[in-house]
């Protein structure tokens, strides 16, 4: 198995455009993970689902991020109106369970510059 | 509030010394812990953990004490090489689950020849 997916590798865009981030999980594995990293917080966890359907939102900053999982082989992170603040590098993980006794896969991540 | 904290930024070893990275946390009811090893434009990958239950797991050169009373954990990679040069990240769970994994900010090694 090629791993997590996630396209495009690096973004740069200009203040107020949209901006869609792209995943594509492992193949039979039921949860799939956004995170973002940051200087200042960390690795922190956007949102997650498990068998395609959102669970916990929690995460989401702001009402400009929205995510969808049309099926168990694609995900995506939008964000609309993109702001200066939203750069950082976007993670996409996936994992059979969702529980630690089984390995949690990152992806090579997006890097989001907003000019 | 970091409930996940390494304080440290950076380490710098020479190799075949032992390094050891700490982390720190503040929520009691974490019962999981992991570390991540992560090169820079790849995404982390796991490295080894332990369960509350227990207070030390070793694999290979690298080992993972956990302090439940200080809420500190550490890591000890013995020998260190080279290409353990990364950041790594401490992490902690209190379901053992992924959707409460709280992650600290990392910690950067360099591993000198």
């Known amino acids: 198995d090629a791993g997590v997916i996630q396209s495009p590798r690096h973004e740069v865009t200009e203040m107020g455009q949209e901006v869609t981030l792209r995943c594509k999980p492992i193949s039979g594995h039921d949860y799939l993970f956004w995170y973002r990293q940051t200087m200042m917080r960390g690795l922190e966890l956007l949102i997650y689902f498990n068998n395609n359907v959102p669970i916990d939102d929690s995460g989401m900053p702001e009402d400009r991020f929205s995510a969808k999982m049309p099926n168990a082989s694609f995900s995506t992170l939008k964000i609309q109106p993109s702001e200066p603040r939203d750069s950082a590098v976007y993670f996409c993980a996936s994992s059979p369970t969702g529980w630690t006794n089984e390995k949690l896969f990152f992806g090579s991540g997006t890097q989001l510059s907003v000019l | 509030d970091q409930q996940v904290k390494q304080n440290s930024p950076s380490l710098s070893v020479q190799e075949g010394r032992i390094s050891i990275l700490n982390c720190d946390y503040t929520n009691s009811m974490f019962d999981y812990f992991l570390w991540y090893k992560k090169y820079p434009a790849e995404g982390p990958t796991f490295l080894i953990s332990i369960s509350s239950i227990k207070d030390k797991n070793e694999d290979g050169r690298f080992t993972v004490f956990l302090n439940k009373s200080a809420k500190h954990l550490s890591l000890h990679i013995v020998p260190s090489q080279p290409g353990d040069s990364a950041v790594y990240f401490c992490?902690?769970?209190?379901?053992?689950?992924?959707?409460?994994?709280?992650f600290g900010k990392g910690t950067m090694l360099l591993v000198s020849p």
């Open positions: 992490a902690a769970s209190h379901d053992s689950g992924y959707s409460t994994l709280t």
